[in-house]
T-cell receptor, first 114, second 113 residues
Framework: GPKVLQIPSHQIIDMGQMVTLNCDPV?????FYWYKQILGQQMEFLVN????????KSKLFKDQFSVERPDGSYFTLKIQPTALEDSAVYFC????????????FGPGTRLTVL | QQKVQQSPESLTVSEGAMASLNCTFS??????FRWYRQHSGKGLEVLVS????GEKEEGRFTAHLNRASLHVSLHIREPQPSDSAVYLC?????????????FGHGTILRVHP
């Protein structure tokens, strides 16, 4: 089936540094999502993105977070500066539409902030 | 905000025996309920997506939705060791119509040969 790729699979950085997580969504999809899963906890919605704009964001999407997809390239999540509580697995998803359209998930990027 | 609870937290079954997983939600306004599977280190694989009360079958996976009871279940027929994974219930939040999904904590399923 359609695949969403995420790069890198693991990232270790020092607190205060900037990090960019990359997502390569399914080619004809229009809606993009980031979810966050802290170890042992449930997966939680961060943000979704359509037509160059954030549609909805949760309270977990702090001011230090930003998303973009310049010119149809990677859909990125940038955290600047990082904090210890940002350590988690971040999952990207994409879908062709809303409503019942399926969201296809990537394998996740494990971010460790030291 | 939707709340999603899954039970049991973990389940061990023998190969070939039916496995049943449960999910309850806080209100019935969502229009779409889904079951995903997550193998260790992998992304989420959608198993069944159900919109209406009743039953929906996708291969060996059957979902039952009862909005009045705020309940959706997943039944796995003839489970195999390769079905061992974390199973996640999710529902679409219809409030802002942005496709946002709310997930449960997951059920760890182990299938013994």
């Amino acid at each position: 089936g359609p695949k969403v790729l995420q790069i890198p699979s693991h990232q270790i950085i020092d607190m205060g540094q900037m990090v960019t997580l990359n997502c390569d969504p399914v080619s004809n999809h229009l809606y993009f999502y980031w979810y966050k899963q802290i170890l042992g906890q449930q997966m939680e919605f961060l943000v979704n993105f359509y037509n160059g704009k954030v549609m909805e964001k949760s309270k977990l999407f702090k001011d230090q977070f930003s998303v973009e997809r310049p010119d149809g390239s990677y859909f990125t999540l940038k955290i600047q500066p990082t904090a210890l509580e940002d350590s988690a697995v971040y999952f990207c998803a994409s879908s062709p539409g809303l409503g019942g359209a399926e969201q296809f998930f990537g394998p996740g990027t494990r971010l460790t902030v030291l | 905000q939707q709340k999603v609870q899954q039970s049991p937290e973990s389940l061990t079954v023998s190969e070939g025996a039916m496995a049943s997983l449960n999910c309850t939600f806080s209100d019935g306004t969502s229009d779409n309920f889904r079951w995903y599977r997550q193998h260790s280190g992998k992304g989420l694989e959608v198993l069944v997506s159900i919109f209406s009360d009743g039953e929906k079958e996708e291969g060996r996976f059957t979902a039952h939705l009862n909005r009045a009871s705020l309940h959706v279940s997943l039944h796995i027929r003839e489970p195999q060791p390769s079905d061992s994974a974390v199973y996640l219930c999710a529902m679409r939040d219809t409030g802002a119509n942005t496709g946002k999904l709310t997930f449960g904590h997951g059920t760890i399923l182990r299938v013994h040969p």
